[in-house]
């Protein structure tokens, strides 16, 4: 015996709320097998079927692919093609906060960096200093990516005198 529940198909759930018989007449999809779509159906569907078809007055509730005629449908002069979709521009969530300037680039590669706890500090106290002396926001990663910057700039100008060359040999 499965543990899955059984549920009502949408047969069962839902009715026709108009008893006009002008209105269009809806045929079922022949493609969907109402007694494989819903568990609630396997059992006697027939018997259910024949319930839901006497307590609801006027014409069958059944679905038509491309819906109504369009003689019988109010609303075909409204329909044509569709417009186009609005081209919609993104916009940058600021939450609260005006827009501000960024020369922030995208940076495609990463690499990880081990360093000492007072190396950390010194890269901390070096922000705070930009920022809180000299006005200058930026965060470690920035830093970081402009001192290796100027040491590989110093490198190809210098060559055997370049700072980076003299420290990585002790001198």
Do not use: W
């Not at 018989?21 to 079922?28: C, F, L, N, Q």
């Not at 005198?161 to 040999?169: D, K, M, N, P, W």
């Amino acid at each position: 015996m499965t543990r899955r529940p059984i549920l009502p198909g949408a047969s069962e759930l839902f009715r026709r709320t108009d008893s006009a018989p002008s209105a269009p007449e809806v045929t079922e999809l022949p493609s969907l097998s109402t007694t494989t779509s819903s568990p609630a159906l396997r059992g006697s569907s027939a018997g259910r079927r024949e319930e839901a078809a006497e307590t609801v007055p006027g014409t069958p509730l059944t679905l038509v692919p491309g819906g109504a005629a369009a003689q019988d449908d109010e609303l075909a002069s409204f329909r044509g093609s569709p417009p186009p979709a609005p081209v919609l521009q993104p916009k940058v969530a600021t939450r609260g906060r005006p827009a501000r300037r960024t020369d922030r680039t995208k940076h495609d590669e990463k690499i990880t960096v081990y360093i000492s706890a007072d190396e950390l500090l010194a890269l901390e106290t070096a922000r705070l200093t930009l920022r809180g002396q000299h006005g200058v926001a930026a965060d470690r990663g920035r830093i970081v990516r402009e001192a290796i910057s100027v040491l590989l700039t110093d490198l190809g100008e210098r060559g055997d005198e370049s700072i980076l060359v003299r420290r990585l040999r002790g001198n």
